[in-house]
């Protein structure tokens, strides 16, 4: 059975820092390239980071030189460090795990269930 659990969301002040966990399961995590999107009321969802299998990383522009993902294939688990919030962050963060099969156009994606991120004063 696949599973992206997603945690440690919360409240934080701007200027705060949190660190979002998204825990793999059913599936060889280290095969998968990993990404965080995040979706705020009323918005679309939108790409935050992404982590390919061989650890290289991008970002939005919204969020780069603050958000820093990283992921451990020994605890099949991604991370998201995120410093100096600003009240735009706030949003429900998903992690998504996709990976296409290689000379096919066969593509698994999984997606977790979400965790809020809110930061006010």
């Known amino acids: 059975q696949v599973q992206l659990v997603e945690s440690g969301g919360g409240l934080v002040q701007p200027g705060g820092s949190l660190r979002l966990s998204c825990a793999a399961s059913g599936f060889p995590f280290r095969n998968y390239a990993m990404s965080w999107y995040r979706q705020a009321p009323g918005k679309e969802r939108e790409l935050v980071a992404a982590i390919t299998t061989a650890s290289t990383t991008d970002y939005a522009d919204s969020v780069k030189g603050r958000f820093t993902i990283s992921r451990d294939n020994t605890k099949n688990t991604v991370f998201l460090q995120m410093n100096s919030l600003k009240p735009e962050d706030t949003a429900v963060y998903y992690c998504?795990?996709?990976?296409?099969?290689?000379?096919?156009?066969?593509?698994?994606?999984?997606w977790g269930q979400g965790t809020q991120v809110t930061v006010s004063s």
């Open positions: 998504r795990a996709r990976a296409r099969v290689v000379f096919t156009t066969t593509v698994y994606e999984y």
